[in-house]
């Protein structure tokens, strides 16, 4: 009969749980031993501060032409999103973010200004962002369909082009300077983040030959939509009519980590 094993209860030095076997349910490997008298929310606080104590802001920030009309034009592809229809399947199309239901998001982490940091990804990447942190809640407007328009003009509704924003600043315990501001473990806690949205909303990753340069000549993949390109992989595609969960789990993280 094989040996039931579990994994160990500890947690690394990235603070991430450890995944050597052991045989208990609430046991250790023999290196992370001395984690054993403490609870689950205390190791991961007692790793982090031996990992790092560094402060800081975690940023939002997204394309400016997927918020804000005019600019320079520009085409962004994407590829089987989840109202991907099965024509389209496995194809590049371009992604026409205002009617989209959906919002492309960044989610970084800077030990310096938030603004000084967002000019350096405009620098790199050659393209204009806009910090989508609350305070620039009322850029991410859910489409209305003309289905639902027609409805509301029969009815003599009044119909308005932004919804009613119930993203209130001061709510956010750790929203200043434009950033959710982290005390310490500032790399932990976009960890945590990065992790669960995730967990909620799946990966993909971003093709850029913005920041192809001859410092960094980028790579090349089959069916890739560019020849040679940089990847970016904290890019998440999100709901709109989620955008105030993601402030709160931010804030939330920071609160608890940070």
């Keep these: 009969m094989p040996v039931q094993t579990f994994q160990c209860n500890g947690i690394t ?6 995944k050597i076997k052991v045989n208990s349910s609430a046991g250790f490997c023999h290196y992370h031993e001395h984690q054993s008298g403490l609870k689950y929310d205390s190791y991961v606080h007692y790793s982090a501060k031996k990992k790092s104590n560094n402060a800081g802001y975690i940023y939002m920030y997204t394309f400016t032409n997927f918020v804000i009309n005019g600019g320079t034009p520009w085409s962004f592809q994407v590829q089987n999103l989840p109202d991907c229809s099965s024509r389209k399947k496995n194809k590049w199309v371009d992604f026409k973010a205002k009617k989209s239901p959906f919002i492309l998001i960044k989610i970084g982490m800077t030990t310096k200004t938030v603004n000084t940091r967002l000019k350096e990804w405009e620098s790199q990447c050659h393209h204009d962002i806009t910090n989508l942190g609350p305070m620039n809640r009322h850029l991410v407007v859910e489409h209305e369909s003309s289905v639902k328009m027609l409805i509301s003009k029969f009815l003599n509704l ?19 300077d434009n950033g959710f501001y982290c005390k310490q473990n500032l790399d932990l806690v976009e960890q945590k983040i990065h992790q669960s949205l995730r967990d909620t909303y799946g990966k993909g990753d971003v093709y850029c030959k913005g920041c192809v340069t001859s410092k960094s000549p980028g790579k090349t993949k089959s069916g890739a939509p560019f020849p040679k390109f940089n990847t970016h992989k904290e890019f998440f595609l999100i709901p709109k009519k989620d955008i105030d969960s993601v402030y709160e789990l931010i804030d939330s993280m920071c609160i608890r980590y940070g």
Excluded: A, P
């Excluded at 030095?13 to 450890?18: F, H, M, Q, V």
């Excluded at 009044?158 to 200043?176: D, F, G, L, P, Q």
């Design 158 to 176: 009044n119909i308005s082009s932004h919804h009613v924003i119930n993203s209130n600043i001061s709510s956010y315990r750790r929203y200043k």
């Design 13 to 18: 030095k990235t603070g991430n749980r450890c």
